[in-house]
């Protein structure tokens, strides 16, 4: 599992490996376990599907990520591919924060601004690609789930809430729906002690009285 990653450094490997996927250079050893002769019957999104979650599995997120780019590039309708990258983008800026809190000391300023740059690149671009997932397929439960998991960690935490509450409220007994609705309760508990933390005694409100009603803003 690659730890650590620079963005641009990052960003970089991604956009050559995806331009070698779309020459066909790393998916011929795929294609020929099943058969596949034509390159464009590689290059189809639900392959490139299946070649994204093998490199993951196998620690490969720069192969991943490129894969689905080329899906995306291929067929911009393919609502999963851009799920899956969102996903992808978040986790790994999960892992640079926990990279990050291992390896160095939080009274190191210039280190601290630097994990909180990368990870903000990894963030946005999760944000991004879910927001275009759930444009073409509002009814994605788990997509709505990370989308507020992303936006927690941007800071967006009006936009965090009303995602995770879409979320419970397509998928309410499920997996998405109840994770969301651990995750309100975390993020609320957790915002409401950083309001009376910042704010002087005595002033600070419930914090679902100060949060504007956002649960119709994501529909």
Not at 25 to 38: A, D, E, F, N, V
Not at 100 to 118: A, H, N, W
């Amino acid at each position: 599992m690659a730890t650590f990653w620079e963005w641009d450094s990052f960003d970089e490997r991604v956009r050559t490996e995806a331009d070698a996927i779309r020459e066909g250079k790393q998916l011929t050893s795929l294609g020929q376990k099943r058969g596949i002769l034509t390159l464009d019957l590689l290059l189809k999104a639900s392959m490139l599907l299946k070649a994204s979650e093998s490199a993951w599995q196998g620690g490969d997120e720069v192969r991943a990520i490129a894969s689905l780019l080329v899906a995306v590039r291929m067929d911009s309708s393919c609502w999963q591919a851009y799920s899956d990258l969102g996903w992808r983008y978040l986790t790994i800026g999960e892992r640079w924060h926990q990279a990050f809190v291992g390896r160095v000391r939080l009274t190191d300023g210039q280190s601290y601004i630097k994990s909180l740059f990368e990870r903000t690149a990894f963030y946005e671009n999760a944000v991004r690609q879910l927001g275009t997932a759930l444009r073409l397929y509002p009814k994605n439960a788990r997509g709505w789930y990370l989308l507020g998991h992303a936006q927690f960690y941007l800071g967006e935490y009006d936009l965090a809430h009303a995602s995770l509450w879409k979320a419970f409220e397509l998928d309410p007994l499920g997996k998405s729906g109840t994770m969301a609705k651990e995750s309100l309760e975390i993020f609320d508990s957790s915002l409401a002690w950083a309001t009376v933390v910042a704010e002087p005694a005595g002033t600070a409100e419930p914090l679902r009285r100060r949060r504007r009603d956002t649960r119709g803003e994501n529909r």
